[in-house]
């Protein structure tokens, strides 16, 4: 038997545990899923013979590395922070290591000591980053070994509500950490090149600059910048590309009501209210509207975010509740983002019946035999139920996977690398399409370009 450890066991391991047991007697796997709540993982694990639940505080070094030493191979669920002192441990005790999340500078300064240790550490091997990676890197390189010269890659992915279960004016819900989704574009300058002029939204602008996109059978969706676009010209091996950009996608109008949060200051995470748990929603609000003894808060926010009266994105404000003055919120010491995702919390929520969905959309324009081309690549998948998630399959599913490939030694790569090896993303994309996940491709005539008049030859 082979030991898979699993540190973590929050809401997107669900579909990577069921996919490990549906293998783990064909495979002579042995799970041990670690996490502080056991009754969370016993109701995974569901009585599997192939599975043990463990309780113990996987941030501390005492108490895990016992465990990995056990271990054929880790794979890390903890919040991102954590991965770094778990790959550390994993390159003394010379086993393999996989996590979903970005590659930090710190994990990235551990390459040297991984392939010394002859050990694998994949990062990035989710949904978004992963499953982006390896349809754009399966693209990219067909692209080039036909002897084309990429012109254009843009990328979209978005976390959506499923159409059968979009249901408020907002055409959204919460399926991922709420949190993330209140703080998004927070952290940095947004900075892409479109055909050779370098770009940049800062965030007081980011909900203002979008895209639209058109996607088969789902209808327009717009996408907003991703921070930094120029970071994905090294990954991809796209240097002196002269367009590449990278965004998030949200039904349309979506973007222009958010921006009167973002406008207001209803995002900033950095400092606490005064008497916050005193606030009722309308309190809230109010607190960054000018003072006016006579005017109501309506009419301030209207007259302060330049909001029409016949305008829809004032029924967005309105059913998401912001002028409730009855209730107090609660929240002792909290944060403008906290309060506001209070809020959202509340209206935002999946119903028991709901399913999400996502979205994902390339576009790539290239040179070939002296003619422009234009492929796009779509994917849209929608989640099962609350537990297995799209989201939750579109993370689980690349991680499990990647865990078998390496296993049966079809992955043989070492150090700190990402899925843009044709020998990671060849036999992960097919076996995704077993499971729904499908890329549609398609040749679009003419290309678009941004300035038409530019031949690029």
């Given at each position: ?8 066991a929050?809401?997107?391991?669900s579909?990577l545990?069921r996919?490990?047991l549906q293998?783990a007697e064909?495979e002579q796997?042995?799970?041990k899923?670690?996490?502080?709540n056991?009754e ?6 569901n009585g599997?013979k192939y ?6 505080n ?9 465990e ?7 794979i ?8 770094v002192d778990v790959?550390?441990?994993?390159i003394?005790m010379?086993?393999?290591?996989i996590?979903p999340?970005?590659v930090?500078p710190?994990m ?6 991984a392939?010394e ?11 978004d980053p992963?499953?982006?990676h ?10 080039r070994?036909?002897g084309?010269?990429m012109?254009?890659?843009?990328s979209?992915t ?5 159409p059968?279960?979009?249901?408020n004016?907002?055409?959204y819900?919460f399926t ?6 209140v703080l998004a ?7 892409f090149i479109q055909?050779?002029?370098?770009k940049y939204i800062p965030?007081?602008k980011?909900?203002r600059r ?11 969706l717009?996408?907003y910048?991703?921070r930094?676009s120029l970071?994905?010209?090294e ?5 002196g590309i002269?367009?590449i950009?990278?965004?998030?996608l949200?039904?349309v109008?979506?973007?222009r009501?958010?921006d009167?949060?973002v406008?207001?200051?209803?995002t900033d ?7 916050s748990?005193?606030m009722s929603?309308r309190?809230?609000?109010?607190s960054?509207?000018p003072?006016n003894?006579?005017?109501s808060?309506?009419?301030k926010l ?5 909001i029409?009266?016949d305008d829809s ?5 309105v059913?998401?509740g912001i002028?409730?003055g009855n209730?107090?919120?609660?929240l002792k010491n ?5 309060m506001l ?10 119903k028991?019946?709901?399913?999400d969905?996502?979205?994902m959309?390339h576009?790539f324009v290239y040179?070939l035999?002296?003619?422009l081309?234009?492929i796009?690549?779509?994917m849209?998948?929608?989640g099962?139920?609350q537990t297995?998630?799209s989201?939750?399959?579109t993370?689980?599913l690349?991680?499990?996977?990647c865990?078998k ?7 043989q ?5 990402i899925p843009t090896h044709k ?7 097919k076996?995704?399409?077993e499971?729904?996940?499908?890329f ?7 290309p678009r370009l941004?300035?038409?008049e530019e031949?690029w030859?």
């Amino acid at each position: 038997m082979k030991n898979i450890l699993i540190l973590g066991a929050g809401l997107s391991s669900s579909s990577l545990i069921r996919y490990l047991l549906q293998n783990a007697e064909k495979e002579q796997w042995h799970l041990k899923i670690v996490d502080q709540n056991k009754e969370a993982i016993e109701k995974k694990i569901n009585g599997s013979k192939y599975a043990t639940a463990m309780v113990f505080n996987a941030l501390d070094p005492i108490e895990r590395r016992p465990e990995i030493e056990k271990a054929d191979i880790v794979i890390s669920m903890l919040p991102a922070r954590f991965h770094v002192d778990v790959a550390k441990d994993c390159i003394q005790m010379k086993k393999n290591l996989i996590t979903p999340s970005y590659v930090s500078p710190e994990m990235k300064a551990l390459n040297e000591e991984a392939k010394e240790a002859g050990i694998i550490i994949m990062n990035e091997i989710g949904v978004d980053p992963g499953i982006d990676h390896m349809s754009a890197m399966r693209v990219i390189d067909e692209i080039r070994d036909a002897g084309g010269d990429m012109k254009v890659f843009e990328s979209f992915t978005g976390g959506l509500v499923a159409p059968e279960s979009d249901d408020n004016p907002w055409n959204y819900k919460f399926t991922w950490n709420p949190r993330n989704v209140v703080l998004a574009g927070q952290g940095g300058t947004a900075q892409f090149i479109q055909e050779g002029l370098y770009k940049y939204i800062p965030y007081y602008k980011l909900f203002r600059r979008t895209e639209i996109i058109d996607i088969d059978g789902y209808g327009r969706l717009e996408g907003y910048a991703n921070r930094n676009s120029l970071m994905y010209r090294e990954l991809y091996n796209l240097e002196g590309i002269p367009t590449i950009y990278r965004g998030t996608l949200r039904r349309v109008g979506f973007s222009r009501a958010w921006d009167v949060f973002v406008q207001l200051g209803a995002t900033d995470d950095s400092y606490t209210l005064e008497g916050s748990e005193n606030m009722s929603n309308r309190d809230f609000i109010n607190s960054f509207l000018p003072y006016n003894h006579s005017d109501s808060v309506e009419l301030k926010l209207r007259h302060y975010m330049k909001i029409d009266l016949d305008d829809s994105l004032w029924d967005k404000l309105v059913w998401l509740g912001i002028f409730d003055g009855n209730t107090k919120m609660g929240l002792k010491n909290a944060t403008p983002a906290q309060m506001l995702q209070k809020i959202l919390e509340a209206k935002w929520e999946l119903k028991p019946d709901d399913k999400d969905m996502i979205v994902m959309y390339h576009k790539f324009v290239y040179l070939l035999n002296d003619e422009l081309k234009e492929i796009t690549s779509e994917m849209v998948n929608i989640g099962e139920d609350q537990t297995f998630t799209s989201m939750s399959n579109t993370v689980g599913l690349p991680v499990g996977i990647c865990v078998k490939k390496i296993l049966n030694g079809t992955i043989q790569l070492k150090g700190v690398v990402i899925p843009t090896h044709k020998e990671v993303y060849t036999p992960i994309l097919k076996e995704l399409e077993e499971y729904g996940i499908v890329f549609k491709e398609k040749q679009i005539h003419p290309p678009r370009l941004y300035n038409t008049e530019e031949t690029w030859k």
